[in-house]
């Protein structure tokens, strides 16, 4: 395997057009893993992650499933602990980490949105953003509304503030649930697989707040089977096998000319043969892998 820095691209490569320089730290990594090993039992799941996350990247990873792609996610938010390695979130290092006031605060950070959307049913939209920001970050309850208000604008849901999560569709309680991690005002988000359970017509839209947070320059990991979503707005893409990163690079190079045959196998499978190239003003073209590079 290459080593991260040998192929992660040049500093200066890395900012997104949409994204202005001021916004874009590219040279810290907000998130750096070094060779890190987890095993349940004797499962070995991670064998030896590295991964570095830019101040306003969006990176994604994908892989099959059983991969350890969640695994890794978990070990960024501190609630899974490797047996080894290293990993960091913006100088803290978080397998370090041993009480649970520290587990907390690094969990105000580093915002997580899964697929269950765990909203709180008892609770309005609005209270649903609010709670957290006045609980856990004592802040006051007439700027955690402003605030929750104006993210509601964001996720388009506005007028559904005074709903309940058991009144709003799996699109809509998706995007609370995005709107509610951004109302803890995190340095990150890390997504798992977040269209994953909601019904074909209601991805668009979830997909269409991330574009939008991805383009204000949130910096974003998103673990996805969401091949054309992960290529078009992804700075890096990092593909796993069996708890290792089998190869990372920009989204255009991993998705159309990926240097490893497992990666081609695993979008061939993914994909298909013919796969299209969107770019980022979304106009698509087919590319059809060069079978001969990979014939072994
Ligand atoms: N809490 C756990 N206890 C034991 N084994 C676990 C646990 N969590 C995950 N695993 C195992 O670790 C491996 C990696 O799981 P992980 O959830 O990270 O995969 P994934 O790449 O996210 O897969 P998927 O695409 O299906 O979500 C799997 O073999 C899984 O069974
Ligand atoms: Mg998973």
Redesign the pocket.
């Known amino acids: 395997m290459r080593s991260v820095e040998s192929i992660t691209p040049a500093p200066a490569d890395l900012s997104r057009p949409s994204t202005t320089a001021a916004t874009v730290d590219a040279r810290r990594p907000l998130v750096k893993l070094r060779n890190v090993h987890l095993s ?2 004797g ?1 070995a ?2 064998n030896g992650i590295d991964l570095d996350v830019f101040q306003g990247q969006a990176v994604s ?1 994908i ?12 070990c960024i938010t501190g609630l ?1 602990k490797p047996q080894s390695g290293t990993i960091e979130v913006d100088g803290t290092r978080v397998d370090l980490l041993k009480s649970e006031r520290d587990e907390i605060a690094l969990r105000k950070r580093v915002g997580f949105v899964f697929q269950q959307y765990n909203l709180f049913p008892h609770l309005s939209v609005l209270d649903n953003l609010v709670a957290a920001p006045v609980r856990i970050l004592g802040r006051d309850k007439a700027s955690a509304v402003r605030d929750a208000n104006a993210l509601l604008e964001k996720v388009r849901l506005a007028h559904k503030a005074h709903a309940y999560p058991g009144e709003l569709s799996g699109g809509q309680q998706q995007r609370v649930a995005i709107a509610r991690a951004l109302a803890m005002r995190p340095d990150l988000i890390l997504f ?2 977040v269209t994953s359970a909601l019904d074909p017509e209601m991805v668009g839209e979830v997909l269409n707040v991330i574009r939008d947070l991805v383009k204000d320059g949130m910096t974003c990991v998103l ?1 996805t ?1 969401e091949m054309r979503f992960a290529e078009e707005v992804s700075d890096a893409v990092f593909f ?1 096998e069996a ?1 290792l990163i089998v190869e990372h690079g920009r989204a255009e190079q991993l998705f159309h000319e990926p240097a490893s045959p497992r990666t081609r196998a695993f979008l061939t499978r993914s994909l298909g043969n013919v796969q299209e190239r969107v770019s980022r003003n979304g106009e698509r073209t087919p590319v059809q892998f060069d079978l001969h590079k990979f014939a072994v």
């Open positions: 349940f039992g499962n799941v991670l990873i892989g099959p499933s059983g991969s350890g792609k969640s695994t890794i996610l978990r899974l798992d697989e673990v089977h796993t708890g």
